[in-house]
């Protein structure tokens, strides 16, 4: 949804700071119109997922939003993933760690998990600057995951978690003392799926974090990255509710439902912040192991 930038107009850009870059960003966006087809197919998706609820702010300022938004992570993922703790705070406000602490409280891990919205590859590095052993489960399948990623800066606790093949090590990581799991959960690698509803649609998560958490007893704390000006904010949510009455598959939807309840609120109030997500799961739908709308399946074979 953002232009396409070379790295040298990437190193460029990244060394604006606050009012200065925010120019920057507004000028490319204004010059670097998107294709006729993108547009559609964005206008096609909020008007799928938006139905019959009124958009808090005109069509075009959001879809202008989400470019600016993209724009901005890619210009900062670097420094948002490499700085070291003496940057504490530069890239992601936190401010309400009371929840995690709480869950922490007893000795054992906890699992902080996030949509694909706003800021939320900063939520890892963050968490990691202040002295938590952190350990990323990106659930995106090979087709949308990063082919590298930035090395964590020296002083940072953090890991990026198997997806595939992992249950040993990752049920090792999980019950370490203090240790904290930022898993992707509107995502969907791994064996099973669980299933509730996302902006009045039927939608399909994966189950890996949900299930994690019942079978080792760990706590579930949704968070969300949110954009606001130039350093996004975590807003933590309660603790979520975790169904365990040996129903299986009941279960896992009950929780899943639980979870997606919130997200649906958050997209809803900030849909600039969940736009590029799901316009790109639409683009992706011919090769997602399972589209995340159950109405958004391939309108041809996938070749």
Not at 160 to 169: K, T
Not at 187 to 210: D, I, K, M, N, Y
Not at 221 to 242: G, M, Q, S
Not at 259 to 274: F, G, I, M, N, S
């Amino acid at each position: 949804m953002h232009p396409r930038l070379h790295g040298g107009t990437l190193r460029r850009l990244g060394l604006l700071r606050g009012s200065f870059l925010d120019r920057a960003i507004d000028r490319r966006v204004r010059r670097h119109g998107l294709p006729h087809e993108a547009e559609q197919a964005i206008v096609q998706e909020v008007e799928r997922c938006w139905d019959g609820v009124p958009l808090p702010r005109p069509l075009e300022a959001i879809i202008d939003q989400s470019r600016a938004l993209l724009l901005r992570q890619a210009i900062t993922a670097r420094a948002t993933a490499c700085d070291g703790p003496e940057h504490c705070g530069e890239h992601l406000k936190v401010t309400a760690l009371a929840p995690l602490e709480k869950l922490l409280k007893d000795g054992g891990g906890a699992v902080v998990i996030t949509p694909t919205y706003g800021a939320w590859q900063a939520i890892a590095p963050a968490l990691a600057r202040r002295g938590y052993k952190v350990g990323l489960l990106d659930l995106r399948p090979a087709t949308r995951a990063p082919s590298s990623r930035f090395p964590a800066a020296p002083g940072l606790d953090l890991r990026v978690l198997p997806s595939v093949g992992y249950a040993r090590e990752l049920v090792r990581f999980a019950t370490g003392e203090r240790n904290v799991i930022v898993a992707v959960g509107d995502e969907g690698r791994g064996p099973r799926w669980g299933h509730g509803a996302l902006l009045g649609r039927s939608a399909s998560v994966g189950s890996t974090p949900f299930e994690l958490a019942r079978r080792v007893g760990l706590g579930i704390l949704p968070v969300y990255a949110v954009h606001e000006k130039a350093i996004p904010r975590l807003v933590v949510e309660k603790p979520l509710k975790i169904s365990d009455t040996g129903r299986g598959d009941v279960d896992l939807d009950t929780t899943v439902t639980r979870w997606l309840k919130v997200t649906d609120r958050w997209a809803r109030r900030h849909p600039e912040q969940y736009l590029p997500f799901l316009y790109q799961r639409s683009m992706a739908r011919h090769t997602d192991p399972l589209p995340l709308f159950a109405d958004s399946g391939p309108l041809r074979a996938a070749s």
